[in-house]
C-alpha cells in the first residue's frame, strides 16, 4: 500500500512539474508566459529601473539559477560577461540564444563607443519589431516543446495566440503611422528603437554621442536639424537621463515622452511608440 502512495505521488510530481526558466529581460518574460502558461515559472534578471548595458545580477539570482532548466538570452550586454558564469553555477542549465535567426542592424551614435566593442556595434533591441517578435516566439515554443514535450499543444496553442497578437500589434502601427512621410525622423536619447524604425520606414535620430550627453554645439545641431525636420516628439528611456531630451524639447516647444524598449507590455508599448511619433 506504501509503495502505491508514494507511486502516486511521484506521478503527481511529474504531471505538476513545472519548467524554471530564466530570462534577461522583461519582454521576453512575456512571451514565454504567453507560450509556456501554466507549465512555466519565469524569473527575470534584469528588473524595471535597471538597464542591461551594466546589469550586475545579485546574489540571490545566483543561487536561484542553480534550479533554472532553461536560459533564454536575446544579446544584451550584461549576458556576454555572466553567460559563463551562469553555467559555471549550474552546468546542466540550458542557454538558448533566442534571437538565433535575426539579422542585426549597426547601432547609431556608438562610433567608439566602449559598449560598442562590447557588443560589435551592433543593435541589440532586437525584440522592438514584429518580424523580430516572431522569432523570438518561434525560438522559445521550440526549447519548451523540447523540454516537455507532453504539453506541445499547450505550447502550440500558446504560441499561436501569441503570433496573432504580434500580427495585430502590426496592423495597427501600421494604421497609426500611414499618415506620414516615408523617413519620417523622430528624436531619441538613446537610439533603441532601430528595429522598429526599420520596419516602418522611419530614421531614429539620436541624442546621445558615443554614449554620452551631447556638447553644447552638438546640441545646437540637433536643435536645428529638429526643427528642419519638423519632429513632433522626443523620445527619452526611463532607464537614462533625460535633460538633452527635456532642453531641446523646450527650444523647439514640444514634449517629451518616456517609453521604456524594456517595457513587459510588449504590444502596448509598441502602439504607444507609434502614437508619440505620429503625433
Known amino acids: 500500500m506504501k509503495k502505491i502512495v508514494l507511486a502516486m505521488l511521484f506521478a503527481t510530481v511529474l504531471v505538476f512539474a513545472k519548467i524554471n526558466v530564466v530570462v534577461s529581460i522583461l519582454p521576453e518574460e512575456t512571451f514565454v508566459k504567453k507560450i509556456g502558461g501554466e507549465h512555466v515559472i519565469v ?7 535597471s538597464e542591461p548595458h551594466s546589469y550586475e545580477p545579485k546574489p540571490s539570482q545566483m543561487k536561484m539559477l542553480s534550479k533554472a532548466d532553461t536560459y533564454f538570452a536575446i544579446g ?24 538565433k535567426g535575426i539579422k542585426r542592424i549597426k547601432m547609431l551614435g556608438y562610433h567608439n563607443d566602449k559598449r560598442e566593442n ?41 504560441y499561436n495566440n501569441l503570433i496573432s497578437q504580434i500580427d495585430k500589434t502590426d496592423k495597427e502601427v501600421k494604421n497609426i503611422l500611414k499618415s506620414l512621410k516615408p523617413n519620417t525622423k523622430f528624436l531619441i536619447f538613446h537610439p533603441a528603437w532601430g528595429y522598429f524604425a ?26 536645428k536639424q529638429a526643427k528642419a525636420d519638423s519632429v513632433k516628439t ?8 533625460d535633460k538633452s531630451a527635456k532642453l531641446i524639447a523646450k527650444e523647439i516647444g514640444i514634449k517629451v515622452v518616456k517609453i521604456s524598449p524594456l517595457n513587459p507590455n510588449w504590444s502596448e508599448n ?7 511619433i505620429a503625433k
Open 43 to 49: 524569473t527575470t534578471m534584469v528588473q524595471p529601473g
Open 76 to 99: 544584451v550586454e550584461f549576458e556576454k560577461s555572466w553567460l559563463d558564469k551562469f553555467k559555471a553555477q549550474n552546468p546542466k542549465l540550458d542557454i538558448v540564444d533566442v534571437s
Open 118 to 158: 562590447d557588443n560589435n556595434g551592433l543593435d541589440p533591441h532586437v525584440w522592438l519589431s514584429p518580424s523580430n517578435a516572431k522569432i523570438i516566439a518561434k525560438n522559445i515554443y521550440d526549447e519548451l516543446v523540447k523540454l516537455d514535450s507532453k504539453n506541445r499543444a499547450d505550447y502550440e496553442k500558446g
Open 198 to 223: 526599420k520596419e516602418y520606414g522611419l530614421i531614429q535620430v539620436p541624442i546621445e554621442q558615443e554614449g554620452k550627453e551631447p556638447k553644447p554645439k552638438e546640441l545646437i545641431k540637433l536643435i
Open 234 to 241: 522626443i523620445i527619452a528611456e526611463p532607464e537614462f537621463s
Open 270 to 276: 509598441l502602439i504607444n511608440m507609434a502614437k508619440a
